[in-house]
């Protein structure tokens, strides 16, 4: 088989040790199959529309690529590559439909997919006011306390927060009211746990639960702690249904338990960290990434 040559584009300033590693391990596990893959930051691939026509140009000149894997969440130039014929692992779409969580949650919605019960706060400009507290009065009646709250964009569980009381909601509302955000019911069977499941095309590569005693959120980042899981196929086929919802290649979906332990959607994310997966499980993710990328260029 002809050796196939790959751009790997990532965010130009997310250069801590954390992720330029991740980056160079799909490099290491792209070349164990004959893929020789490049790294490039977005910051130097510019997206031009010049004579009526997209464009890109590079700091330094590259051969074309086969595909694209595609790991930072720059959506504009993700279409812009698509643009002009590039294949992207994943696509553009898909990774505007896992970015924005509020634009997730309405895609998986009305397919009989399990998901707590979900508010979106409506859109106000800035500088405007609230002038009653109707919305308020709606969430509690609607999540009661504790609840959820989650700003539609952010990672590792860093924007996404427990109100306990009505002063704690008023708060919380005064401080994102101009941020896209959403309102959740507390799952209260699945504090400090969850699962992550890895899905690459329509089949599950890897997972794992995560446990935290001293948060309600179990992201690794915050000091969770992981275990090898073998998720029962119920876990898996929702995995495997939300994935395939948002369009993905590959993905890192995140379930939670209900109160008979079935699972509940919480995320799909469409560039899970693979790191502690492997440390986990001993799986490296990458490999099977690459072996999907294979079969579909």
């Known amino acids: 088989m002809k050796s196939k040559y790959g751009w790997l584009i990532y965010n130009g300033g997310l250069t801590s040790y954390k992720f330029e590693e991740i980056n160079y391990w799909y490099k290491e596990s792209a070349a164990k199959m004959a893929i020789e893959l490049e790294l490039l930051k977005n910051n130097e691939v510019y997206s031009i529309i010049e004579n009526n026509s997209a464009t890109v140009k590079l700091e330094r000149e590259k051969k074309e690529p086969d595909f694209i894997l595609f790991m930072d969440k720059d959506i504009r130039l993700a279409k812009h590559l698509e643009l002009l014929g590039y294949k992207l692992f994943n696509s553009s779409k898909t990774i505007e439909n896992c970015d924005d969580k509020i634009l997730t949650y309405q895609i998986l919605a009305n397919n009989n997919i399990k998901m707590p019960r979900t508010i979106i706060s409506p859109m106000m400009y800035k500088g405007t006011v609230e002038t009653d507290t109707r919305f308020i009065d709606f969430i509690e009646r609607e999540c009661g306390y504790p609840l959820v709250v989650k700003e539609a964009f952010g990672s590792f569980g860093a924007q996404v927060y427990l109100v306990n009381n009505r002063e704690e909601l008023l708060e919380k509302r005064r401080e994102l009211l101009y941020i896209p ?15 992550r499941i890895h899905v690459v095309g329509d089949k599950v590569v890897a997972s794992m639960l995560r446990t935290s005693e001293t948060d309600f959120r179990a992201n690794i980042s915050n000091g969770g702690k992981m275990q090898q899981y073998e998720p029962d196929d119920k876990f898996q086929e929702l995995a495997i249904r939300a994935s395939k919802l948002v369009g993905a290649d590959f993905s890192g979906v995140d379930l939670l338990f209900g109160e008979d ?18 440390q986990c499980t001993g799986i490296d993710v990458a490999e099977h990434i690459f072996e999907y990328i294979l079969r579909r260029i």
């Open 261 to 278: 332990e079935e699972p509940i959607i919480c995320e799909v994310n469409s560039n899970a960290h693979i790191k502690n997966i492997f």
């Open 181 to 195: 955000h959403l309102y959740q019911e507390f799952i209260q069977t699945s504090k400090g746990r969850d699962v």
